[in-house]
Each structure stands twice: as structure tokens, then as C-alpha cells.
T-cell receptor, first 112, second 113 residues
Framework: DAGITQSPRHKVTETGTPVTLRCHQT?????MYWYRQDPGHGLRLIHY???????DKGEVSDGYSVSRSKTEDFLLTLESATSSQTSVYFC???????????FGNGTRLTVT | QKEVEQNSGPLSVPEGAIASLNCTYS??????FFWYRQYSGKSPELIMS????GDKEDGRFTAQLNKASQYVSLLIRDSQPSDSATYLC?????????????FGKGTLLTVNP
């Protein structure tokens, strides 16, 4: 999977608790992305990063924050998880803005 | 909101037939187009990239791009049961948001033995 590791792979948490998902890459790619995938909605962009400390919002960013302090790590935080954030979360990387994305294996998050 | 539209399917074809998957997009300035395959419970994997008008072939797969019509398609020749999956079309945004890649909702393909 193009040197991308997501952790954890599965997580169950309660409403109102904070959650952090981690994406780690070994490819030294500049661009990193967080998507969520839900039935009927497809893949939707949450946040992305175009360099260390450079991040921007996607189409479904409410309730999520991100940080990128090193090239290889991109963290997604749910400050106070809600049931609507139950989803499969994918991290992806690319080395230039015209190149394809390569995806990690995903994190299945359940908020009860 | 820039959109990418695909028929949700399911598209069902017999083994050995040609499967045709279609995608339209709204951002006229888009320059990069991708097809991904996603098996149930797995992450999307890249099948094809296409950047200029015309056809691009890779084995049994052919991607076709028509920027004037804002249309991109994927043909799968000699379809196999192992091709049964959801196929996602993805388009890079133009202008200041060209870091973003927008996905269609996917077309579910079933190849029947």
C-alpha cells in the first residue's frame, strides 16, 4: 500500500470522547489527505496537507482537525466524537498535485 | 461544489464481455483523471490515470477522456469474475484548489461466470 500505515485499524468509542487517527508514510510525499467513506456518499475529503504545518479543509471538515508536524505523519482528530462520525477513514498520499492518490488500508471507526 | 457523477449501478455483465463505466465532471478546468477499483472492505487501488484527450490502454483496461464533453470512461475487455468490484472515478480540481481530488460515488460492477 505504497508505504502508508494507518492506526488503529479498528476503533470503537463513545459519543463525546476525543479520538485521534494516525497516518504514517515512508514515501516522503508532500501531499497527504484524509477521506471518509460512507454508503451512499462515496469518498469525501475531510482535510488535506500540502506540506509540514500546511493544511486546509475539505468538503466535510466540521468536527475534525488535523496536524502535520513531520512529513511522514498526518493526524486526524475528532475533538468530541458523534455518532455521525461513524465511518471508514482513509488516508492517502501523492507526490505532486497531478499524480494519483495512493491509499492506506483504512480505519473503521464506530461511535456508540 | 465541483461534482463527479457516476451511474451507481449495479452493472452486470457476463464473463468475457466488455464492461463500460462512465463518469462526468463539472469542473471544466480539471486536468487529471483517475480510475480506482475497490473491493468490498478494502481500500481503493489505482487502475488508470489519464491526462489528455483520447484513449489510453493498459492490458484489458482502456480509459477514454473527452474534455470538451467533460466525460471520462473506463472499458474493461474480457471481463472476469475477479473484476467484480466498485469502480471509482476521480478528478483533480482546477485553479487554487488543485490539490483536491474529488471522487464519484462509484459504480458497482458484477461479472457473472
Amino acid at each position: 500500500d505504497a508505504g502508508i500505515t494507518q492506526s488503529p485499524r479498528h476503533k470503537v468509542t463513545e459519543t463525546g470522547t476525543p479520538v485521534t487517527l494516525r497516518c504514517h508514510q515512508t514515501e516522503n510525499h508532500r501531499y497527504m489527505y484524509w477521506y471518509r467513506q460512507d454508503p451512499g456518499h462515496g469518498l469525501r475529503l475531510i482535510h488535506y496537507s500540502y506540506g509540514v504545518k500546511d493544511t486546509d479543509k475539505g468538503e466535510v471538515s466540521d468536527g475534525y482537525s488535523v496536524s502535520r508536524s513531520k512529513t511522514e505523519d498526518f493526524l486526524l482528530t475528532l475533538e468530541s466524537a458523534t455518532s455521525s462520525q461513524t465511518s471508514v477513514y482513509f488516508c492517502a498520499i501523492r507526490d505532486s498535485f497531478n499524480s494519483p492518490l495512493h491509499f492506506g488500508n483504512g480505519t473503521r471507526l464506530t461511535v456508540t | 461544489q465541483k461534482e463527479v457523477e457516476q451511474n451507481s449501478g449495479p452493472l452486470s455483465v457476463p464473463e468475457g464481455a466488455i464492461a463500460s463505466l462512465n463518469c462526468t465532471y463539472s469542473d471544466r478546468g480539471s486536468q487529471s483523471f483517475f480510475w480506482y477499483r475497490q473491493y468490498s472492505g478494502k481500500s481503493p487501488e489505482l487502475i488508470m490515470s489519464i491526462y489528455s484527450n483520447g484513449d489510453k490502454e493498459d492490458g484489458r483496461f482502456t480509459a477514454q477522456l473527452n474534455k470538451a464533453s467533460q466525460y471520462v470512461s473506463l472499458l474493461i475487455r474480457d471481463s472476469q469474475p475477479s473484476d467484480s468490484a466498485t469502480y471509482l472515478c476521480a478528478v483533480t480540481s482546477s485553479g487554487g484548489s488543485n490539490y483536491k481530488l474529488t471522487f464519484g460515488k462509484g459504480t458497482l460492477l458484477t461479472v457473472n461466470p
